[in-house]
């Protein structure tokens, strides 16, 4: 929601080289607005509308989100090689002419593969909370000629998805979903999207290994995997898989609970 990995640790020069030149790039490629016109946040700013129990929108706090103009911090040309994107959509069983979302899309780097798995028969839903991350997603799918990607203005507390979703991806954006004055918060946002998914549908989270080391946020900002769990479980969702995707992520695969 434009919440996403944050910039590589200091002491890797070339990584950070390499970042600094596809940050530039990226600027024109997603004709980045104004960073001073981005603090609107995911509840959608002053005006946003009240969910359906009479509340506003919960905010997360400001801080904590991955600003737009940062984009292209996240298109190291090596993101692919440790992401691990086909094993990752493996795991949640992603076929051609699935339907899928992806919470917390950000410049859409990952929604790109996912729409590229489905094909032009399947649905991506590229969610966000930062219309300017929903923009740039927007101009990305052009350049890159997919079709099959509709963006979705979420809450913190709601992705706002349609029913009869097969898989839900959350990648390197949970540690900015959990929001450590509302704990409650993502826990939320995780019951509102499992009521989204088919009954055999799987919701994955993917985020920063703990510790220091690689790009990533700082040690004391990443999610602790038996944290997620927990606030999954309290969703309704049961694990179903977990696994590590070396050398800089760890994967966790969701089902919706029988009960």
């Not at 104004?34 to 700013?45: E, K, Q, T």
């Not at 969610?127 to 963006?151: F, W």
């Not at 349609?162 to 900015?176: M, R």
């Amino acid at each position: 929601m434009g919440r996403a990995g944050q910039a590589g640790r200091a002491g890797q020069a070339p990584r950070i080289a390499a970042v600094f030149v596809c940050a530039l790039l990226a600027a024109v490629f997603f004709d980045l607005p104004d960073p001073r016109d981005l603090s609107v946040l995911r509840a959608g700013g002053a005006g946003a509308q009240q969910d359906a129990r009479g509340a506003p929108p919960a905010k997360p706090a400001k801080g904590r989100l991955f600003q737009a103009q940062d984009l292209g911090l996240l298109e190291s040309p090596d993101r692919d090689q440790w992401q691990k994107p086909d094993q990752i959509m493996d795991a949640l069983g992603v076929a051609e002419g699935n339907v899928v979302a992806e919470l917390g899309a950000a410049g859409g780097w990952f929604t790109q593969q996912l729409a590229r798995r489905v094909g032009p028969n399947g649905v991506v839903y590229a969610e966000d909370i930062q219309p300017a991350m929903l923009e740039a997603i927007s101009r990305r799918m052009r350049n890159e000629n997919l079709a099959n990607v509709k963006t979705v203005l979420g809450t913190a507390n709601d992705p706002r998805l349609p029913v009869g979703i097969d898989a839900i991806l959350i990648s390197d954006a949970f540690h900015e979903m959990d929001e450590p004055s509302d704990p409650m918060l993502v826990v939320g946002l995780l019951k509102n999207a499992a009521q989204s998914l088919k009954p055999q549908g799987r919701l994955g989270v993917v985020d920063w290994t703990p510790g220091d080391g690689g790009p990533g946020p700082a040690a004391n900002q990443r999610a602790n995997p038996d944290v997620v769990i927990a606030k999954a479980r309290a969703a309704g969702l049961q694990l179903l898989q977990r696994e590590d995707i070396p050398p800089f992520v760890y994967l966790l695969v969701f089902g919706r609970s029988a009960s």
